[in-house]
Nanobody
Framework: QVQLVESGGGSAQAGGSLRLSCAGS????????MGWFRQAPGKERKAVAA????????YYTDSVKGRFTIARDNGKNTVYLQMNSLKPEDSDMYYCAAAFGCYGGNWLGHLDAWGQGTLVTVSS
């Protein structure tokens, strides 16, 4: 089973930037979908961005397009989420997750594993 370890996150001012990292290990697949979702306590998961490690195809939710960039380093089995032009509404707990495929962007319903989460707080 895939193990995922997140790092990064923290606090930023509106308009600022943060970078999240996610190191994966233990996957039995050569390529898979890695992404980030956000979730507040008691709320449903919301997909943020995902990337297929095989061909680098990316998927973004509309609210982060043009501000967030997801990228992968296959040599390090690591995925990054560069978060720019942050807004207070981006504040949430962010989780790294992995799925067998990205399913045309509908990857959130097919998760194989997810990490412990990292908190992102954006102040105005």
């Amino acid at each position: 089973q895939v193990q995922l370890v997140e790092s990064g996150g923290g606090s930023a001012q509106a308009g600022g930037s943060l970078r999240l990292s996610c190191a994966g290990s233990g996957s039995k697949y050569t390529s898979y979908c890695m992404g980030w979702f956000r979730q507040a306590p008691g709320k449903e998961r919301k997909a943020v961005a995902a990337i297929y490690t095989g061909d680098g195809r990316t998927y973004y939710t509309d609210s982060v397009k043009g501000r967030f960039t997801i990228a992968r380093d296959n040599g390090k089995n690591t995925v990054y989420l560069q978060m720019n032009s942050l807004k207070p509404e981006d504040s949430d707990m962010y989780y790294c997750a992995a799925a067998f495929g990205c399913y045309g962007g509908n990857w959130l319903g097919h998760l194989d594993a997810w990490g412990q989460g990292t908190l992102v707080t954006v102040s105005s």
